[in-house]
Each structure stands twice: as structure tokens, then as C-alpha cells.
């Protein structure tokens, strides 16, 4: 069986790792490049895709046509009427019939789940050149702890549109802690405080014998170094017109220049902003005192989360033996102080915080490989499941903080005589109605045998993978038979959506390929048709009337393939042309080999 | 009802662990069953999690992530059962619930009702909590005073509450050492005592939150 690999997956920017001589790696960029593959997909005016640093070289250059997709990962397992005003500015939709999101490119349109299966194209191509060719076929994706299900499903859809066998989803701070763990820095009851780019997870596990159990999580998979980001923008965008603040592209180039001065504010005390708007320029100063007044409630929300992961775990008052820091947001002071201060400790942030998650997602695949020795991990699920019941009341099946896999079943019965279906909303929450929580999937059970209401028996077993992924079966409990369940996900694809996909990625994969080849021949028509028109100007001496008429017929010829789009026939045509002006070609050769001599002739006669 | 082992396809009784070939079986057991304890109440927790952790580290879905799929659902089936098993049987008055069920006893019905010893304490703490509420945006001594009352009420609640669960202890001791089936008076002895402890438990989450989110305030 090939190697298992592990991926982080993360709104700024992925990475991708493996175990080698029982210790993780990540895998960087062959041609001296970095470890952090950028989390940006671009397409160009032609629809050709770029992701990472070419996606956000793209980004920079300005191109007019390009659409930048970049923190993808927000938007994975969302619906239309999730999307805020603020998602609405910053990308174009497309009107679809599906509850899925799409993003509109051009006349196409993109899942989330298909953008981030481009980024995991990408990971894949490089750890395969890296590793001399070794295929990368199992992987191993970390997910924020407090994603839910149908955000675990849009990851789990990405990988397999990827063309990768995903063998796992893990918690993002779970995996930090097996990264942590296998240097046994820590042992007993610890805390993982995990604020990235996008999302904010809190664990607080239990370390023991090998086993790392994670006692309760929380978090907020909308808040992030993101927001902070945007939270600059807006101080930075104040006493603008709001029409040129409004411009996307306007708005990008005051995200990264905010993004940078935060950076710069973790090392310095302040910094200049400086924002060119076409023709004016906007300058700030920002001292990290003020950055940390911008960025102060977003911390605050995360140790919120804090609170009610210990309140959970049932370890409020008592001390814990680690706390550690993950996540690019936790290299700004303010965290840093804020943690020590709420955890009463000093913070442990000795690993890379940007590849710590993928280091644990390497163990993880060492695990399943079977290659750690004793290392198991019992996660919980993050959010209760359940059902709706009579009256629209959520009835708790699998109660947030329950280790994972669990399972529980549940008995079904009809209403009505001679009902043949029951429905089953499947929903995940905290909340005491249906409606406020998010709709999982719904459930139809049957076709059942028409009987009396009340007598048919269906037993239906809930359960909750190591994914935390749901799995819904039902049985007969009287025959014993398995029922079929039609499942339709509330903002998921469903299988016959996934096949339709990967069906058009393999067609536009070749396309894709069909595409730059189709580019590359017409770069070479359009440079041998100028070195040409060129040659008969400056050499029109070395050429007789008829020659010249046979090349200038040839490159007519190929100017009107190349308008067209049959790559082949342009380079049969750049072929001919090639042939047909090779004599000529020689002769200018000779006649400027001649000159050269002449001229050195001279020089030494002189 | 027999087995199938997903491994050496042999027909085993129903258990988590297939005897002949150490693979996972998906065995529909109870959760004394499943952690291979007889119905007995009383446990002793850190035991129960030992066996709990070794249990796991040969069944779970990591250990057969390459394995043929009708074994990986054997591993995830039993481990899900497992892992069920013993939260249930962790928790003394989850346990005991649940050994009611398995027993044909129905709790949930009688189980609303405030318990008659503690309907005196309930109404008290209650003005308490009314009372504190009402002066709390005066921040004077008043409120400070309220406050105290309360706080002075959830320590009379922790204790009651330790008295409680020492009580289900030994009605446990009681239904463990009596005959099969246990006689009716000690199992409205424990009805009884799971009842007011459930009664307790809310009680002390309400005193609890209305103290925290003061302090948030």
C-alpha cells in the first residue's frame, strides 16, 4: 500500500507533510521555494487556472479579467443564504439551483469543494516532486475542530475531487497536539489554542499513555486573521469615497498592504500604511497599540470559546499542564499575552506555528499506517446532533463533546395508517429549535409496508465516524432487514453531483492541457511570423521575388490558423513556414558571419 | 443471535474481539456487555477506564485503516459501541438510569417532579436568585449582600449533592448485594435518589450561571 500523507488544508495558505524515519516533514517547494503553498486559485481572462504563488502573482499583476479566489475554505459547506453583504462584495456568485454556493467565473461556476481540490492538485504534483515520483494517492486532511458536518463533507468531497483517497479527516488542534506530543513536550491535561487565518478552534485534551483524548472543543470557524485584516481595511479605507472603497480591487490591494503591517507590528512597534488609489495615496501610521485596540474583540471571542471548552471539559477552576499556541494570528503579542494571562501560564509555541498542523497530520498518517506504536486519538464530536421532532424542537441524539465514533439508535414509527415514508431532518446545534440549528441532510425512509399508524418498527442507527462525519442507516426491526434511506444533503453535494464533477474535471483536465498547448503553438506562430516580417525588411537584399512570395503565402496561411483555435494545424503551419524561409534563414546567417569577418579584416588592417 | 467474524468469517458469539482472529466484531451487546462487566452497579471508574483505553487501542478505525472494508465497519461499529458504553457507565447516575432501563423500569415520568424533601430548598433558592437579580444593577451593598445569600446556597447545594451521590452509592452496594430481581423497595430507593440528585444538578447549574454571568457583567 502506498504511504498515507497529511494536509493542512488552510484558509491562508496549505501544506503538505509525510513521516520519514518516524519523525514528520513538510514537503517545500522543489526550485527552493517555501513550505506554505499560498491557499489562492486564480483563474486569468482565459480560464486558466493558477494556484498558490502564481495565483497571487496574478493577483498583483492587476489583470483585468482574473478572478482571485482566496480563503476558500469560509465558504466550504455554505448555502446561498449564508453569504454576508461582505462575501457578496468581494466575489461574484452564481445563480444556481443547487443550495451550494458556487463562485462565477466567466461562464463557469465553482464549488468551494472544486477550488480547494485545485489547491489539493497542487500539494499532490508537489510532494510528487519532490519525492522523485513516489504517487500520492492517501492523505490524511485536517479540518477546524469546530467544523460541522457538512463542512467535514465539502473537505472530504474536495479530496475525492482531487483525484485522493481521504483516509481521515483530524481536528486541526488535535493534530498540533500529536506534534506536540511526539516530542513529549507535554503529558497530561492541555489546552491547544489554534486561530489561523480564518478560523478559531480551542481542545483541551488529556495526554496519557499514548493516548491523546480530547476532553471538550469549541471555537468559531468564521473568525480569523481575516477578520483582523478586514478590521485594518477599514480603519485604513476611513475618509475614503465609499465608491472607490467599494472596488474590489481596491479593497484586495488595502487587504494585503493591512495584512502586512500586522505582520510588521509583531516584530516593530509601529508602522506606515501606505495605499495607492490611482492617482491619490493614502498614508497611515499604526503603532501596535493601536492594532491591538482593532484586534482586541476578535481575541476576546476566542477566549469566550475558551471558557466554555473548559467549562465542558469539567476542568473550570483546575490547572492545566500545557497550553499551546497554533496558528499564524497566535505570532501577534496581544495573543500571546492574552493566552498567558487567561491560561495562567506561560504559552508553548516552540514548533512553527504555520506547519505545526501539518506535522500533525503527517503522525496522524504514520498512525494509520501503523507506523507510531501505541499513538491513538479520540476526538469528540464539536456540535450535538439531532432531530426534529413534533412542533420544530431539536431532540438531541449525540450531545456535543462526545468521544468519536459513537453511535446511537433511534426508533421510528408511522403517523398515519398505511404511511409508506417517514422523514427524518437531520440538524446539528446547540440551540432548543430545529430552525436555529443547521440543517444536516433529510432522510427518507422507506418504501414501507402499508400497516396500521404506530406498528411499523424502524430502527434507525446514528453514527458519528471518526471523521466526525454522520452516517445514517436504517433496519426493519422486525425482519431485520436493512431500509434504504434517500438522503438529500441541505448544502452538500450528493454523489451523482461529485461523479458529474470529476467526470468534467478529468474532460476539463484535458482541456486544461489541450488549452496551453494551444497557447504554446500560437506564441510560436506569432514569434516566427515577427522574426520574419523582420528579416524581410532588414535582409530583403538576400531574398529573389518568388522566394519571397513563397514565405510571405506561408505566413499568411499560418496568420489565419493562428486567429483559429486547431493547435495542430498551426504547428504543421510553423512547421512549413519554418522549412519554406529555412533557406533564407542560412543566408542572412552567412551574410552576417561574412560582416563579422570583414569587420575583424578590418580592424586588424587598420 | 450469532456473529460473523468480517476476518476469518467464522460465526462467533456476539462480543467485541473475534476470538480465533483478534479481529473486531460489530456485535450488538449491552454496555456491561460490551466492557465485559457483569450488571453490576457498582464500578470502579479508573478501572473502568483502563479497560475502556486498551479496549479501544485494539478496536479502533486507525488500527484497520488499510484493512478490507467490511472489517473497517466491524472497528468503527464496536468502537462506537464501545465508546458509548462507557459514558454511559462512567457517570454513577447515567449508569444507573441506564441499568434501570435494561431492568424494564421507566424513570422520565416521575422524574419532572420537584422531590417533596427539596421543595422548601428549591423555593428559597429561587426568591434568592429573584432577589439577586432585582438589586443587581444597584451595585451597593445591597447587591453585594444578595449575592452572598446565593453564594451561600450553591455551597448548601455542592454538599447536599456530595450527600447524594454518597447516597446512590450505597443503594448501589444495597441492589448489588440483594437477589436477582432486586426487591421493589430498593429500587424506589434509587428512583428516589437519582430523582433528587437530577433535581439538585439543575439547580446547581441555575445558581451557577446566574453567579458567572454577574462576574461577566
Known sequence: MSRIFGIDLGTTHSLIAVIENGAPRVLAEPAGGGALLPSVVAFDGDNQTRVGAAAVELESSGAENAVVIRSVKRYMGLGHTDLAPEDRRRYTFADTTSPVVSFKVGARAYTPPEISARILRELKRRAEAVLGGEQVERVVITVPAYFNDGQRQATRDAGRLAGLDVVRLVNEPTAASLAYGLQKLTEGRIAVYDFGGGTFDISILNIKGGIFEVLATSGDTHLGGDDIDRAIVEWLLEGVAPDVARKRRVWNRARSVAEAAKRALSEAERTELRLELGGSTVVKRLTREALERIAAPFVDRTLECCARALADAGLKDAPLDAVVLVGGSTRMPLVRRETARFFGREPLCSLNPDEVVALGAAVQAGVLMGAQGDLLLLDVVPLSLGIETMGGVMERLIHRNTTIPTSTTEMFTTAVDDQTHVDIHVVQGERELAADCRSLARFKLGPLTPQPAGLPRVEVTFLVDANGILNVTARDQRTGREHSLDVKPSYGLTDDEIERMLEEAIDLGEQDIEQRLLITARNDAVHIMTALRKQLKDYAELSDPAERERMEGAARKLAAAEAGSDRELIARLVEELNEISRPFAERIMDHAIQQAVEKRTLEELS | ?217
Not at chain 2, 127 to 144: I, K
Request: neutral net charge; charged residues 25%.
Open chain 2, 1 to 217: 443471535m450469532m456473529v460473523q467474524c468480517p476476518s476469518c468469517a467464522r460465526l462467533q458469539e456476539p462480543r467485541l474481539i473475534c476470538p480465533d482472529c483478534k479481529a473486531p466484531l460489530a456485535s450488538n451487546l449491552d454496555c456491561f456487555a460490551a466492557l465485559g462487566l457483569p450488571r453490576k452497579l457498582q464500578i470502579d471508574v479508573a478501572s473502568l477506564e483502563t479497560v475502556y483505553h486498551d479496549l479501544g487501542r485494539t478496536l479502533h478505525p486507525d488500527r484497520f485503516a488499510s484493512a478490507l472494508p467490511a472489517v473497517r465497519d466491524a472497528s468503527l461499529r464496536a468502537t462506537a459501541l464501545l465508546t458509548r458504553s462507557y459514558r454511559t457507565l462512567r457517570d454513577p447516575a447515567v449508569r444507573a438510569a441506564y441499568w434501570l432501563e435494561l431492568h424494564g423500569h421507566k424513570l422520565a415520568e416521575n422524574n419532572q417532579r420537584v422531590p417533596p424533601a427539596l421543595a422548601g430548598l428549591v423555593f428559597e433558592a429561587q426568591e434568592e436568585l429573584a432577589e439577586m437579580r432585582y438589586v443587581a444593577g444597584t451595585g451597593g451593598p445591597e447587591a453585594a449582600a444578595a449575592r452572598e445569600k446565593v453564594r451561600a446556597r450553591q455551597l448548601e447545594v455542592d454538599g447536599l449533592l456530595e450527600q447524594s451521590g454518597a447516597e446512590l452509592e450505597r443503594v448501589f452496594a444495597a441492589i448489588d448485594g440483594a437477589g436477582d430481581p432486586p426487591p421493589a423497595e430498593v429500587v424506589a430507593r434509587l428512583k428516589g435518589t437519582l430523582a433528587g440528585g437530577a433535581y439538585l444538578g439543575t439547580l446547581m447549574r441555575d445558581l451557577r450561571k446566574a453567579l458567572d454571568s454577574r462576574t461577566a457583567a
